[in-house]
């Protein structure tokens, strides 16, 4: 995953604004209590941030893949 799709997943989950606070506000424990753009920034891949929220935010697994995935599966 490049980190342009965290990005694009984290919209499509959060939206546009809330994505972003939330990288920058909120500590995964599951990544040394880092934020995810702490944990971007120390070179965490990308797909290992993404994980590490939806586990912590409750992301159900059907919506983990984004928009265009969920939209293909149906």
């Known amino acids: 995953m490049r980190i342009s799709d965290f990005w694009r997943l984290m919209e499509d989950e959060f939206g546009s604004s809330y994505a972003r606070s939330l990288a920058n506000s909120h500590a995964l424990h599951e990544l ?9 920034g120390a070179g965490v891949r990308p797909r290992t941030v993404w994980a590490a929220l939806c586990d912590d935010m409750d992301v159900p697994p059907e919506r983990r893949f984004g928009r ?3 939209a293909a599966e149906k």
Not at 32 to 40: F, H
């Open 32 to 40: 040394g209590d880092r934020t995810a753009a702490e944990a971007l």
């Open 68 to 70: 265009e995935r969920r």
